[in-house]
């Protein structure tokens, strides 16, 4: 049986591929279009997952929808009419726009797919659990779910049983954690939607137990929201404006309560954002926390499944690991709205088509590793075709990487298939070398073009995991932060808390210090020979150069672009940025070898991109 998956008209649209249960193929539209979130119909990626599974429309079964467009829409109506005559200029504004995307959506489904599919629609929450227990290793397991909003639903506990998935509980709009933490995102300047990991990294730059931290938790509690012992909370609607206006929060009242200005975009960074991004990580922390503890209870299981937007905060989901609820936890690495997608099909095979379910061995994601892949001869013409120079290294790609890091060199890595999930695990990835105080300088202000308060994450052999870090955990999907283990780290200075943002920022912390956070965290990856045999060996090769089987990884991206897709997106990247080297399939580039006009040609390639 073929299913195909969508998620789309939201952000992050996507599709996914199941046959008999398994996923096959799996892709964000971004890294096709290259406009960064894009949630137009997943056009590229759906016929990406059709011709990866070798079917065409006339096999598929059923295309299934993530949500379900008229609750939605219902939704809306309903929450204007009690709120009016607030919003009643973004009603009218609005109103076109929500008859097509929300109550006409079927008929604009309809426009994709093929009149003689079956078109099918989950609801957003059972497409979010659907993800997150189905492809687990697990038996049966309680089932959390958190993010935004779907159709009411803001947060669910569900209790899955091999092919049952149970809703035991729903927290609802306009109450929701995740545009909680969102508002949040809006106040201290960044991009809703997307800059939230941005909040969750200044976070450490607050200062633990102090006064104002306190304080601004404390008007969180009491002001704004109320949590409850079962981690449910409700918000003072006084106070929030993304019911029925274009903005999260009322800004003079937030502005009165917390006693300083909404931070615009780009401006300077102060003591207080910082504060209070770490008041709300806690607040964000306690209260996924509790849902845990009553998911637990409602369920007695031993094992946690994880999805939805606020599971992609690694912090509060290494907070919920040490804490010891359960025996072990399983997080969708897809875990926003693009993870709607696969959920969605994987829903309608088991809950609604009742077959039967055998846990996968580890997991049903494949780690992630779902997207296309370009074979030598594809790249090699790509190459040959715009006079790159290059040098094919069969045998020796992972030890001439290797090489490269170990001489301070930062080098773009883009092997096998693409990943699925807004996280790059080795497949579309910039390494460099963890050991280098200048690295993370280098990384944030010179290739990655963004914020330099910006962490960036270790991949770590798996086996090696226990000596470098505190926990040492299982973690393939770098979902999870850990501390890094004490024996690596320096103490701080007596003043360190006093000092300037940048003086924090820079001071060496530990041997690793460029994947080391202020508070001595890292969003790791554990990297597992059995998922990706080459990114393994490449690791285990500067572990024989240095003794450490551990390399700095992030994107492979610019601020402002999705991750690469093709051969030309990591060329046009490579020669856009200070990288030195691109390993491209089992080809080296490196950018010393190339001639000024090539380089010139790819950089008004970029520009023209930019342009269009």
């Not at 770490?278 to 409602?298: G, H, N, S």
């Not at 701080?492 to 460029?514: A, E, I, M, T």
């Amino acid at each position: 049986m073929v299913i195909l998956g969508i998620s789309a008209f939201y952000h992050d649209s996507a599709a996914a591929l199941i046959r008999d249960g398994a996923i096959i193929a799996a892709a964000q539209e971004e890294r096709f279009t290259r406009k960064k979130h894009d949630s137009a119909f997943p056009t590229f990626a759906s016929e990406y997952c059709l011709k990866e599974a070798g079917v065409s429309w006339n096999e598929v079964d059923a295309v299934v929808f993530y949500d379900k467009p008229w609750l939605k829409f219902e939704r809306i109506l309903e929450t204007y009419y009690a709120l009016a005559p607030r919003g009643a200029a973004s009603f009218h504004a609005g109103l076109p726009v929500w008859l097509k995307e929300k109550a006409l959506l079927p008929r604009l489904l309809r426009k994709h797919v093929p009149k003689k599919v079956p078109l099918k629609f989950s609801q957003h929450h059972l497409s979010h659990a659907a993800s997150a227990f189905f492809p687990s290793p697990f038996a049966s397991a309680a089932v959390l779910t958190l993010d935004g909003v779907g159709e009411w639903a803001t947060a669910t506990i569900a209790h899955g049983q091999g092919r049952e998935l149970k809703l035991i509980r729903e927290m609802n709009f306009p109450h929701s954690v995740g545009l909680l933490y969102s508002a949040f995102t809006q106040f201290c300047g960044f991009k809703v939607n997307s800059g939230e990991y941005k909040l969750m990294g200044l976070a450490p730059y607050g200062r633990h137990g102090h006064a104002h931290v306190e304080e601004f938790k404390q008007k969180i509690k009491t002001t704004l929201c109320h949590v409850y012992d079962d981690g449910s909370i409700w918000l003072d609607q006084d106070y929030f404006a993304y019911a029925t206006g274009l903005e999260m929060v009322n800004r003079s009242k937030w502005e009165k309560l917390f006693g300083f200005p909404l931070r615009e975009a780009e401006s300077a960074l102060t003591q207080p954002y910082c504060d209070l991004a770490l008041a709300i990580q806690q607040v964000t922390e306690e209260i996924v926390l509790k849902l845990a503890m009553t998911a637990k209870q409602l369920t007695g299981e031993s094992y946690l499944c994880l999805a939805g937007g606020v599971a992609l905060n690694c912090v509060a989901n290494g907070v919920l690991k040490r804490a010891g609820l359960f025996k072990d936890v399983w997080i969708q690495p897809a875990s926003g709205d693009a993870g709607g997608a696969p959920g969605a099909a994987l829903a309608y095979y088991y809950a609604f088509e009742n077959h039967a379910r055998t846990p996968a061995a580890v997991d049903g994601m494949n780690g992630s590793y779902l997207g296309p892949e370009f074979g030598p001869d594809e790249i090699r013409a790509e190459l040959t075709a715009k006079m790159v120079q290059f040098r094919e290294l069969k045998d020796d790609l992972c030890d001439e990487a290797a090489r490269l890091i170990d001489e301070g060199q930062v080098v773009g890595w883009f092997q096998g298939r693409m990943e699925f999930g807004p996280r790059a695990l080795g497949g579309r990835s910039i390494l460099a070398d963890p050991r280098s105080p200048e690295m993370q300088k280098k990384l944030n202000l010179k290739i990655k073009y963004r914020e330099g308060f910006r962490p960036f994450a270790p991949s770590a052999l798996a086996e090696d995991a226990s000596t470098l870090f505190q926990n040492g955990w299982h973690s393939p999907y770098m979902l999870l932060v850990d501390q890094v283990h004490p024996d690596l780290c320096h103490p701080l200075p007596q003043d360190y808390q006093d000092g300037s943002l940048d003086k924090r920022l820079y001071f060496v912390r530990s041997k690793l210090p460029s994947i080391t956070h202020l508070d001595f965290s890292a969003r790791v990856q554990t990297v597992h020979k059995e998922t990706n045999p080459l990114y393994h060996q490449l690791i285990s090769s500067f572990k024989k150069r240095t003794g450490l089987g551990v390399v700095v990884n992030t994107s492979f991206n610019v601020r402002g672009e999705p991750i690469v897709g093709s051969p030309d997106d990591a060329l046009r990247c490579l020669f856009q940025t200070e990288m030195d080297a691109l390993a491209l399939g089992p080809f080296l580039i490196e950018k010393k070898d190339q001639s000024p006009d090539v380089i010139q040609h790819f950089r008004e390639l970029t520009r023209a991109f930019a342009l269009d």
